[in-house]
């Protein structure tokens, strides 16, 4: 790995809030908003809100799109999918995996997916 790469690896693991941009820039791209600088502080609203329980967490996909996704990587119509793919799937949306403990021998079904 490149020592840049390494350095902005480390930078991500410190800066929660450059953990946040690639998500809030999905956020913006998905919905388009026409003041855009408003839309984000009412998303960042939101999730102060979320993080306090007085509210629900701004989500870029619906559970339709969540139900699509684990279609696609459940090719085979077997009903679950691999830890592998469903931790390349987390990053794809942008959420973290370093906490995610999984044998590799188990079985993810679509309502742990939603979950």
């Not at 026409?34 to 609203?45: D, G, S, T």
Request: no cysteine; net charge negative.
């Amino acid at each position: 790995m490149a020592a840049g790469e390494e350095e902005s690896r480390e930078y991500l693991r410190r800066a929660p809030a450059a953990r946040a941009a690639a998500p809030l820039g999905a956020l913006l791209l998905f919905h388009r908003p026409e003041r855009p600088r408003e839309f984000l502080i009412q998303v960042l609203e939101r999730v102060k809100a979320g993080r306090r329980a007085e509210g629900e967490y701004p989500f870029l996909m619906d559970e339709a799109n969540v139900e699509a996704m684990f279609g696609l990587l459940d090719v085979l119509g077997q009903g679950s999918i691999r830890p592998a793919q469903y931790r390349e799937a987390l990053k794809t949306l942008g959420l973290s995996t370093e906490d995610l403990e999984l044998e590799d021998d188990v079985e993810i079904t679509l309502d742990e997916f939603k979950e």
